[in-house]
């Protein structure tokens, strides 16, 4: 069943079934936006920064990390959803976790209410860099508090912050932090770009 092109909002419920049916998917001012599935080269990527970022939130129960998951936006907290995304990975802090699982009591069956507070998109081959930059766009916009583009290609990590035009760029043996959207969290660029079954 398609979305109507003129739907700018509908039930949550209505969204989980669609989802089921039609996904993934990201709603963007009422159009249906295909998502696309990774090639090897950025599933790889974004599995192991994933998992980087996941070992470091979990050891300090300090939120949730989800890899393409959609997340929701809604009106006032309703159950009425204005639009959704896809990030490629993105953490919530544990009290504003906490707190939507408070709201949404069947919250295992939903995606995820609210805009995180960090995003990390994997820049693909096939993803056009216009693309990339109005998806960081709309994640600020949306009130996510950090974005960082993966560039596998440049071996790059780029970070964006709503309150700054400025871009802080990270590459070869850098470190990046992530502080103090994701409390302590900070990566050295050559843990994360390796080839898959790399050893030193």
């Known amino acids: 069943m398609a979305i109507p092109a003129q739907t700018r909002t509908m039930a949550l419920d209505e969204f989980v079934e669609r989802y089921g049916e039609q996904g993934p998917f990201e709603w963007i001012d009422g159009e249906v936006i295909p998502v696309a599935p990774q090639v090897l080269g950025s599933g790889f990527?974004?599995?192991?920064?994933?998992?980087?970022?996941?070992?470091?939130?979990?050891?300090?129960?300090?939120?949730?990390?989800?890899?393409?998951t959609p997340f929701v936006l809604t009106l006032d907290k309703s159950r009425w959803v204005t639009g959704s995304r896809v990030p490629d990975v993105m953490y919530y802090r544990a009290e504003r976790f906490r707190q939507f699982q408070a709201d949404y009591p069947d919250w295992e069956s939903l995606p995820v209410v609210g805009a995180p507070d960090f995003v990390?998109?994997?820049?693909?081959?096939?993803?056009?860099?216009?693309?990339?930059?109005?998806?960081?766009?709309?994640?600020?916009?949306?009130?996510?508090?950090?974005?960082?583009?993966?560039?596998?290609?440049?071996?790059t990590i780029r970070a964006h912050h709503p309150?700054?035009?400025?871009?802080?760029?990270?590459?070869g043996n850098s470190r990046i932090s992530a502080d103090p959207v994701i409390p302590n969290f900070e990566l050295q660029l050559t843990q994360l770009f390796v080839p898959p079954l790399h050893t030193s």
């Open 120 to 155: 990390a998109e994997i820049v693909s081959p096939t993803d056009r860099y216009s693309d990339v930059h109005a998806k960081v766009r709309r994640y600020l916009a949306d009130g996510v508090r950090l974005v960082w583009v993966i560039d596998q290609a440049e071996k």
């Open 163 to 171: 309150d700054s035009d400025q871009i802080a760029t990270a590459r």
């Open 45 to 68: 990527l974004g599995g192991l920064f994933y998992r980087l970022l996941a070992a470091h939130v979990d050891q300090r129960q300090s939120g949730v990390v989800l890899i393409e």
